[in-house]
């Protein structure tokens, strides 16, 4: 599975222990000037840049990291496409073709408008992959507290996270018994999944009765912060924090160089 | 003195089903108590009333003569008495890592920064699951989770541990080292209360045991009480322990005696007279076996007993008798034919107690004085009992011939003849001398058994320069 695949590679990288916070600042920060960015040449330094700290620093395999890329390429490469053939106007033509006697032409301010979208698609992407390799999810809720998240909602992320874990158990155990009793046709696989969601359903909700119970018996008052306990504070290094706001001002600086410049 | 009494209690499911049916019951203080019974028995609905998660519709439950209250400050007072342990940890376990969920407890009795630490970590330790602190419950095997599912009721320090199916899908190994911790906190006068199925482990480790069926109590009392009731085991579906099965087949041949046993160790015991060889008079041939040496009996009747004997020097044959074969290193040499009085000789048990985690653990232990006594009472058995005793075994690297049921093995290993040596984490050492005594009370054999205190380890920080 997938998840857990995540979240394993998050607990056993090489940056696992770098604290968290810097994470957070690096990724968050590299991705609003990205967003914020009208030019494809910040969002495609930071790419590298997070790439780099994934595959180098990080040590994930390049396969993994790939494969997990392949998503937002898929949709970076379907708006190039689309915004190049149907943006822009009609006196700067690139390059044109004809399908089915129907001319499609490739717009200048399309195509870089495309670009763009790639390229900050692909961007962000990066930086919140770095993010979710290196930094379990047992820490980054530490990191999103420090950012001032109501604890209300880190509460129920914290429960909901670790019980994703228990339905994913129970839903391939299911699913395996379902399939180890007969294939049938396609309806009736149909009928299988609705019959399995719905008592998978059901059992979430006798999860939760129990999960209210089991609170209750180690003397659970309804106060928001019993999850709430870090032993280990440690201190952000002065070093780590000034490379990345250093990246972080060069990234902001080449943003506004290059502000409304295009690459075609 | 009994720390939870009911009277009759009834309690009955919204769908009409009588779950429990007017019963009375009451667990002593500091006891073990198994409630024994088959599935659908009610034996989770009655653990559920002991820390007021369920509510009798008619009766009432006392703790420590007290009617339990009901409001929110008499299920607070009650919930950090009555500890709860789910039969299955993911239920119990929300919090995203260990750390934070043995944490919650002590979390929600308003404790300090410092204190909620130290019963953290104390309460890991204990377990033995420090090593797994940052890591979330789904990394963890079900055993573990067993564990950490413990650390977080005794890291609110309850008089009382309920545990639903302690064992339940264990393996051998994980069941026995929950029942090892659960030994621990009772010798700290702990009171546990657990429910189960497994007649085995009922007969051997609880104090007193309730059957119940169909809501109901069929029974209570002692467990050699409970499993000399053939009938109501039967009717109640459940059966009789392995010992108590094997002892009837091996009586109504004649081959045992006395009374139905209840662990190996008093199987062994009632078994082992026939056998006895103790004053043997056998044909001498051969000068090859000294006193005091390893050898083994050939019987007349062509029977093989390896046994470590001493031969009595006052006896008219001087120890000596014919080597059988050859036998590889540390094996017993068997030979025949030897005459004179023979007394067996059992070994020792040398107990080396270890501090407790609250009192510092296998860190306030010298390994260095280890190797020395180990060095000094060598050839031996060696066992280690309890969470930080194990943790100095293996610290040390000391191969460990027993870890569970380790006085049993150990008293089995030195009527065998060997001298045992067996670590003991602080409190239980009580409960190893009083069932070495009552072995020798039982059987008339006397182990010897001594107690060798280690020196507390000078810390870096006491000493003066």
Redesign the interface.
């Known amino acids: 599975m997938i998840y ?1 695949t995540i ?1 394993t590679i998050a ?1 056993t990288n090489r940056l696992r222990h770098i604290d968290t916070r810097l994470k957070v600042i690096f990724s968050i920060m590299t991705l609003l000037i990205t967003v914020a960015s009208t030019s494809p040449v910040p969002p495609i330094l930071a790419f590298l840049t997070a790439t780099i700290l994934i595959l180098i620093a990080a040590k994930i395999k390049p396969r993994t990291y790939f494969l997990l890329l392949l998503t937002p390429l898929f949709f970076g490469l379907i708006s190039l496409l689309l915004m190049s053939l149907f943006f822009g106007y009609a006196d700067s033509p690139l390059y044109s073709f004809e399908i089915l006697s129907h001319t499609f032409v490739v717009q200048k301010e399309g195509a870089n408008m495309g670009l763009l979208v790639a390229s900050r698609t692909l961007a962000g992407s990066a930086c919140l992959f770095f993010l979710a390799l290196t930094t ?3 820490e980054l ?1 530490t990191g999103l507290r420090w950012l001032g998240i109501p604890e209300v909602v880190i509460e129920l992320a ?2 909901i ?3 994703i ?2 339905l994913l ?1 129970e839903a391939e155990r299911m699913w395996l018994a379902s399939q180890m009793r007969g294939e049938g046709s396609f309806r009736t696989k149909i009928e299988v999944f609705s019959m399995l969601a719905g008592t998978l359903f059901l059992r979430t909700i006798h ?1 939760g009765e ?2 209210f ?9 309804g ?1 928001t ?7 280990n504070k440690t201190k952000i290094s002065i070093t780590a924090l000034s490379a990345i706001l250093l990246f972080e001002a060069v990234l902001a600086f080449v943003t506004i160089l290059t502000r409304n410049t295009v690459l075609i | 003195m009994n720390i939870i009494d009911a009277q009759n209690v009834t309690y009955q499911y919204p769908d009409g089903t009588k779950a429990l049916d007017d019963i009375d019951f009451s667990f002593e203080k500091g006891s073990i108590t198994a409630i024994l019974g088959q599935n659908g028995a009610g034996k989770s609905t009655l653990l559920l009333h002991l820390n007021a998660t369920l509510r009798p519709i008619n009766g009432t439950v006392y703790l420590k003569g007290e009617p339990l209250a009901y409001d929110k400050k008499g299920l607070h007072h009650i919930r950090r008495t009555v500890g709860m342990v789910f039969q299955n940890p993911d239920d119990q376990l929300f919090a995203p890592t260990v750390l934070q969920d043995v944490a919650f407890g002590p979390k929600n009795l308003k404790h300090t920064g410092a204190e909620i630490k130290h019963r953290v970590d104390e309460a890991l330790r204990l377990v033995g699951m420090e090593a797994y602190a940052d890591k979330p419950p789904h990394f963890l095997s079900g055993g573990q989770k067993k564990r950490v599912a413990i650390a977080g009721v005794i890291a609110m320090k309850p008089e009382i541990i309920v545990l639903d199916e302690p064992t339940a899908g264990l393996d051998p190994q994980g069941c026995a080292e929950i029942i090892e911790i659960l030994d621990e906190l009772n010798a700290e006068g702990r009171t546990i209360i657990f429910s189960t199925h497994d007649v085995d482990l009922a007969a051997k480790w609880a104090d007193r045991i309730y059957v119940i069926h169909e809501g109901r109590i069929k029974k209570h009392g002692s467990p050699s009480q409970i499993f000399a009731d053939h009938t109501m085991i039967s009717e109640t579906g459940l059966r009789l322990p392995t010992f108590v099965q094997t002892f009837r087949e091996l009586k109504v041949r004649g081959i045992s005696g006395g009374d139905s046993p209840l662990t190996m160790l008093n199987f062994i015991e009632s078994v082992s007279k026939p056998f006895d060889v103790v004053k043997v008079r056998c044909a001498v041939a051969g000068t090859d076996v000294c006193a005091g040496e390893k050898v083994g009996l050939v019987m007349k009747d062509g029977m093989v007993c390896t046994t470590r004997v001493d031969i009595d020097m006052n006896a008219e044959i001087t120890a000596s008798g014919r080597v059988l074969y050859n036998a590889m290193a540390g094996e017993d040499i068997v030979v025949g034919g030897i005459t004179g009085t023979l007394t067996q000789k059992n070994g020792n048990i040398y107990i080396v107690p270890i501090p407790r985690v609250i009192e510092g653990g296998s860190r306030a232990v010298d390994l260095v004085t280890i190797f020395k006594i180990i060095a000094e009472h060598e050839p031996l058995k060696i066992g280690a009992m309890g969470t930080s005793a194990k943790v100095v075994v293996r610290k040390a690297g000391i191969h460990c011939d027993f870890d569970v049921d380790v006085i049993q093995s150990g008293i089995l290993a030195a009527v065998r003849g060997l001298n045992v040596m067996v670590f003991v984490t602080g409190g239980m050492v009580d409960r190893v001398i009083q069932k070495i005594e009552c072995h020798n009370k039982h059987s008339g054999q006397e182990i010897k058994f001594s107690t060798i205190t280690l020196q507390p380890k000078i810390t870096s920080g006491v000493q003066v320069p």
């Open positions: 857990s979240d607990h379990p999810m047992t809720f914290m429960m996270y670790r019980y874990f228990v158990e999860q129990i999960l119970v089991a609170m209750n018996s180690r003397c659970y008052d106060e912060n019993s999850l709430a306990y870090q032993e």
